[in-house]
């Protein structure tokens, strides 16, 4: 079984900070990884994804993630954020047994709360 | 980009009446989608895999017979919510898998918020 955990139920900004949003995972097996991005009443959108090669990848609007296999971590990052930052965050892995379903399973999401 | 639509975008039904909640793929066609439920201030919880022409699959947990899905075509997948009760109220958001995309690529749609009074 997979299981994601995001470490920070809030984080409060202020705009032009960096930022970083803690996500660890636990899988028996090899996993693919995502954040994902949710405005108020909104469905989800892609941030960015690890899917093999380098550890660091980037994503739309200036994020970036690192994956780290000891660690079992892929914690998210901005240099710099935007007041338009303000949404809530998922980081989410989809295991991959056999041919790979596609199944998601989603942390229980950071709200990031940048104030000006 | 692709899109993935749901309709209604919210809905309110009376305790014991059933709702059908649209998933639709708008300009790719998806074998597979997956239904999610969102409580206030949580996670996503898969509730099932919905495939095209063959029954869906459900998480444990997921009573099969209250929340009936229905994948009839390559671009539209219904969550039916039996006999609906106040607990049944909740966000609920559908995604789709492109055929011809990645297998880990998935489009969301914007969610259905359904209020059982």
């Known amino acids: 079984a997979q299981s994601v955990t995001q470490l920070d139920s809030q984080v409060p900004v202020f705009e032009e900070a960096p930022v970083e949003l803690r996500c660890n995972y636990s899988?028996?097996?090899?996993?693919?990884l995502f954040w994902y991005v949710q405005y108020p009443n909104q469905g989800l959108q892609l941030l960015l994804k690890?899917?093999?090669?380098?550890?660091l990848v980037k994503g739309i609007n200036g994020f970036e993630a690192e994956f780290n296999k000891s660690q079992t971590s892929f914690h998210l990052r901005k240099p710099s954020v935007h007041i338009s930052d303000t949404a809530e965050y998922f980081c989410?892995?989809?295991?991959?047994?056999?041919?790979?379903?596609?199944?998601?399973?989603f942390g229980q999401g950071t709200t990031l709360q940048v104030k000006p | 980009g692709a899109v993935v639509s749901q309709h209604p975008s919210w809905v309110i039904c009376k305790s014991g009446t059933s709702v059908k909640i649209e998933c639709r793929s708008l300009?790719?066609?998806?074998?597979?989608m997956f239904w999610y439920r969102q409580f206030p201030k949580q996670s996503l919880m898969l509730m099932a895999t919905?495939?095209?022409?063959?029954?869906?699959?459900?998480e444990q947990g997921v009573e099969k017979d209250k929340f009936l899905i229905n994948h009839a075509s390559l671009t539209l997948s219904t969550l039916t919510v039996t006999s609906a009760h106040p607990e049944d109220s909740s966000f609920y958001i559908c995604?789709?898998?492109?055929?011809?995309?990645?297998?880990?690529?998935?489009?969301f749609g914007p969610g259905t918020r359904l209020t059982v009074t």
């Open positions: 989410a892995v989809s295991p991959l047994v056999g041919s790979n379903t596609g199944k998601l399973i």
């Open positions: 690890y899917l093999s090669g380098s550890t």
């Open positions: 919905s495939n095209e022409g063959s029954k869906a699959t459900y």
């Open positions: 899988s028996s097996v090899s996993v693919y």
């Open positions: 300009d790719f066609q998806a074998t597979t």
């Open positions: 995604s789709a898998r492109d055929l011809a995309g990645e297998t880990y690529e998935q489009y």
